[in-house]
């Protein structure tokens, strides 16, 4: 047992708390990783070499590097994934058919996951979708601070939209949010959701949400970290950007 009755002693006690994550906001963040066997767009893609590695591999080495959580869940219908992450030490959840169709939402999901863990009082549930691959330790940092900080229910990531949106009426260009002509610097900034992280509170995934339009958002505007692969195209380009800025990610 360790005496702090002296400023050594105390020091030895910060120090040993600290190399153990020993406060109660790390032991209550929860990592959940909704990991679908199935997809319409790129079968198998949660397993496909990416980089050298399975798709999958980056979000749980992400969440195991980090030393932030103390409960990784990956969630799958999928017995090869589910292997797969049983290899790195972290629950693998198999989803019930009921929530692993191809309209099942990954709310869903989450639900299934947070219920899992019984009476462990968590405070922060992180959704890392497999389809980022590419994140950094700050960014889950400067999130976790806006989330603590906040009396909101969630914080997403975002990236800008550098390019001048419309829709077609008739099959006709209508642009959206600026006029035709407009300088795109005269342009107000638009914004989309590009998957990397969100953290909610437990109360909010068991009403229904992860994230709503009150939500903190963090802008990241690096390219690699708005990786988000559903097709084979976003699979081709998303591994040549990956492999450019390979250097910058943390794990």
Same mark, same amino acid.
Do not use: C
């Given at each position: ?6 400023? &050594? ?5 910060? +120090?040993?708390?600290?190399?153990? =994550?020993? =406060? ?61 992450? *049983? ?15 191809? !309209? /099942? ?19 922060? !549930? ?14 889950? =940092?400067?999130?976790? *601070? ?13 990236? *800008? ?8 009426? *008739? ?16 342009? +107000?900034?638009?914004?989309? &959701?590009?998957? =990397?992280?969100?953290? /909610?509170?437990? +109360? !909010? ?10 939500? &903190? ?15 084979? +195209?976003?699979?081709?380009?998303? &591994? ?12």
């Amino acid at each position: 047992m360790i005496s702090i009755h002296s400023r &050594e002693s105390l020091q030895d006690l910060k +120090e040993w708390l600290s190399y153990k =994550n020993f =406060n109660l906001i790390t032991l209550s963040k929860v990592a959940f990783i909704p990991a679908r066997g199935g997809s319409k767009r790129l079968p198998g893609k949660n397993l496909m070499k990416f980089s050298g590695n399975p798709l999958l591999y980056y979000s749980i080495m992400f969440a195991i590097k980090s030393k932030t959580f103390s409960h990784i869940i990956v969630s799958s219908d999928d017995d090869e994934i589910l292997k797969y992450a *049983e290899s790195f030490g972290v629950a693998a959840l198999k989803r019930p058919d009921s929530i692993a169709g191809d !309209f /099942s939402p990954t709310i869903s999901a989450a639900q299934h996951a947070l219920a899992s863990l019984d009476s462990i009082d968590v405070s922060a !549930f992180v959704t890392l979708q497999p389809t980022n691959p590419a994140r950094v330790f700050d960014h889950l =940092n400067q999130s976790l *601070e806006k989330f603590y900080s906040s009396e909101e229910s969630a914080v997403i990531t975002v990236s *800008e939209m550098n390019k001048k949106l419309g829709v077609l009426k *008739e099959g006709k260009w209508q642009p959206q949010f600026y006029k035709p002509g407009q300088r795109s610097q005269d342009i +107000e900034k638009l914004y989309y &959701e590009n998957g =990397n992280l969100y953290i /909610s509170r437990p +109360e !909010f995934i068991r009403s229904g949400n992860i994230f709503d339009t009150n939500s &903190e958002t963090l802008v990241i505007d690096a390219i690699p970290y708005a990786i988000d692969i559903d097709t084979m +195209e976003d699979f081709i380009i998303g &591994e040549s950007v990956f492999a450019t800025y390979r250097s910058r990610i943390d794990y």
